[in-house]
């Protein structure tokens, strides 16, 4: 199972990006879906995440108000809408998938497939 996640860039403070995640060959709704980004000389941090089917979702609070988890299953992507980015939200940004879990969690160690990750870089 690929996970591939892809919009990383550089953009300004305040401004906008959108990241998009996707697995070529699996049905990404039977998935929970996890945003996590790692900073560097920082741990991993858990930005967001969608529950399988349910849609349920669940922010950090760091980005609450600001960034929005989707999903679209005709394209079977899950995307993170990214807006007012602060120059601390710069990091490498990667998706995570978790069979069946209705109830999506922040915890990175729940779930099983990982992408490489993409760049986001904030500043002016």
């Known amino acids: 199972l690929q996970v591939m996640e892809s919009g990383g860039g550089l953009v300004q403070p305040g401004g906008s990006l959108t990241l998009s995640c996707a697995a070529p060959?699996?049905?990404?709704?039977?998935?929970?879906v996890g945003w996590f980004r790692q900073a560097p000389g920082k741990g991993r941090e858990g930005v967001s995440c969608?529950?399988?089917?349910?849609?349920?979702?669940d922010y950090a609070d760091s980005v609450k108000g600001r960034f929005t988890i989707s999903r679209d299953n005709a394209k079977n992507t899950v995307y993170l809408q990214m807006s007012s980015l602060k120059p601390e939200d710069t990091a490498i940004y990667s998706c995570?998938?978790?069979?069946?879990?209705?109830?999506?969690?922040?915890?990175?160690?729940?779930?099983?497939?990982w992408g490489q990750g993409t760049q986001v870089t904030v500043s002016s």
């Open positions: 995570a998938l978790e069979k069946g879990a209705i109830v999506p969690t922040l915890d990175p160690g729940l779930y099983d497939h």
């Open positions: 060959g699996v049905t990404l709704d039977r998935y929970a």
């Open positions: 969608i529950g399988a089917s349910d849609d349920r979702s």
